[in-house]
């Protein structure tokens, strides 16, 4: 009898102790509370504990404190937590969420810096991102400034077009200047790839001034189908040596006092971008530049026309003498108006 005794009651411990294993388990392996994904950050130095706490106190858990520290203890022991932030999604579960702390990877943000906009509108979007860490004092734009390889003659006024509009990944808290390097770097590699295989004969005297006029294109139209047309135009105006007389320069020049209307006594203001007043290029680029844009400026279209005019619903007409651009300005503006 006692022998029945001693193993009817290690049977009883080894159900319970079964029984436990199997709950403790089913704590362990319950997904996290998420219906939508949701960042955490991982603060340096953070252990399993605190860590647990942290998705304890974000409510993102249930799980027990007993089952939470025997698991930590036995399974999670010895392996450190990463500083960063992460994405936690639905059905992702506590150990999962550890293993995501522990190697990653962190979440990729991502900002798009869009061609057509200036570097100040550049400036004021990086300065928004909430998880980039805005370090634009004039020293380190004077850094980036030293970084271009194609300055002209003069020497670089400004960093206006000198970054590849495109979207960046970047982790948390990375430098506005880690990622302006990266869309410098972009942009001289792409330049000078496509400036070796250029179109021959562009009245164009270094990369420098490709981006200038890529600036002017992209400012020009939004219709991916004229931009090379509208290069080609530029370029016969160039090797004419008449002047661009393209709005887009003029309202750079003007700046902030821009209004959203062109005056006639603006086509007249005398500014060192103002293409009515000027011959040639102006000094820097006016905007930032895509890849079509650049394409289209060193590969243009060869083309008669010498003027184009805005039709008002983003095409352009384009005429090969005055005579024609004038009747073309009558017809989609004039009368418009």
Known sequence: MGFKRFLLVLIIIILGIAVSISYWQQQVDEPLILSNPVLITIDEGTTGHSALARLKDKKLTDISDIS????????????????????????????????????????????????????????????????IDYDLTPEVLAKLKSRWPWPPESGLESLEGLFLADTYHFTADTKASSLLIRAMDAMQVFLSERWQSRQQGLPLQSPYSALILASIIEKETAVPAERAEIAGVFVN?????????????????????????????????????????????????????????????????????????????????????????????????????
Do not use: C
Request: proline residues 6%; charged residues 15%; glycine residues 8%.
């Open 237 to 337: 105006r160039l090797q004419k040596n008449m002047r661009l007389q393209t709005d887009p320069t003029v309202i750079y020049g003007i700046g902030e006092d821009y209004d959203g209307n062109i005056t006639r006594a603006h086509l007249r203001q005398k500014t060192a971008y103002n293409t009515y007043v000027i011959k040639g290029l102006p000094p820097t680029p006016i905007a930032m530049a895509g890849r079509p844009a650049l394409e289209a400026a060193l590969q243009p279209q060869t083309t008669d026309a010498l003027y184009f005019v805005a039709k008002g619903d983003g095409s352009h007409q384009f005429s090969q003498t005055l005579e024609q651009h004038n009747a073309a300005v009558q017809k989609y503006q004039l009368n418009n108006r």
């Open 68 to 131: 939470a520290k025997i698991w930590l203890k036995v399974v999670f022991s010895g392996t450190h937590i990463r500083a960063g932030t992460y994405q936690l999604r639905p059905g992702m579960t506590m150990p999962e969420a550890f293993d995501t702390f522990a190697s990653g990877p962190e979440h990729q943000f991502s900002v798009s810096l869009i061609d057509g906009l200036t570097f100040s509108q550049w400036q004021t979007l990086l300065s928004q991102h909430p998880f």
